[in-house]
């Protein structure tokens, strides 16, 4: 005999009750899209109302004490986003101030593409570091290593990018046709 009972089983009823519409008063049900779940109007498509399953809204979690927003002087707050924690203003939509998080960097490095812009460290939605030009969408040049401002000495190329290996750190020039490699320095 199972010990499991099954009467749990058994319901017709869900436990999920986002309530009624708010336009048209009929109840709202769970919905699947390619993009993923949502919540949606029982009357579609004669109401095409719809929201999100999870708020993706950013959420205020701490306003911090004696900072100000320098272009409308409300008060700073940490918020988290889609892609994590950041500092912004609390006059969020009249004003869309974000505190940059980045440490101003002393040695920049010159785009060797466009000779305009200087490489920057940049994070992708998963977190990995790539290094992209600071002039992007006029310069498309990126790396996915650390830039080095040493010219490599096959090609001349003038920037070259430090990977880790077995052996320890490498400089590798990032032009396909080179591929120079040599020990750090």
């Not at 436990?15 to 899209?33: I, K, M």
């Amino acid at each position: 005999m199972s010990k499991i009972d099954h009467s749990l089983f058994d319901t017709h009823e869900s436990a999920f009750d986002p309530g009624p519409c708010p336009e048209c008063q009929a109840p709202l049900q769970l919905r699947h899209s390619k993009n993923g779940p949502f919540i949606g109007c029982s009357h579609y498509p004669t109401c095409e109302y719809s929201k999100p399953l999870h708020d993706t809204d950013n959420t205020e979690l701490t306003v911090i004490e004696g900072s100000h927003c320098p272009e409308c002087e409300s008060e700073l707050v940490i918020r988290k986003g889609r892609y994590g924690m950041y500092i912004g203003c609390s006059n969020f939509p009249e004003c869309h101030y974000i505190k940059s998080n980045k440490a101003p960097e002393t040695d920049k490095i010159e785009c060797p593409s466009c000779h305009k812009g200087h490489l920057i460290k940049r994070a992708n939605k998963y977190g990995k570091n790539f290094y992209p030009c600071d002039q992007y969408p006029k310069c498309n040049y990126a790396l996915n290593f650390t830039p080095v401002a040493h010219a490599c000495p096959k090609c001349a190329w003038p920037v070259m990018q430090e990977k880790k290996a077995a052996a320890g750190a490498i400089w590798q020039c990032p032009e396909r046709k080179c591929g120079h490699k040599q020990p750090a320095q």
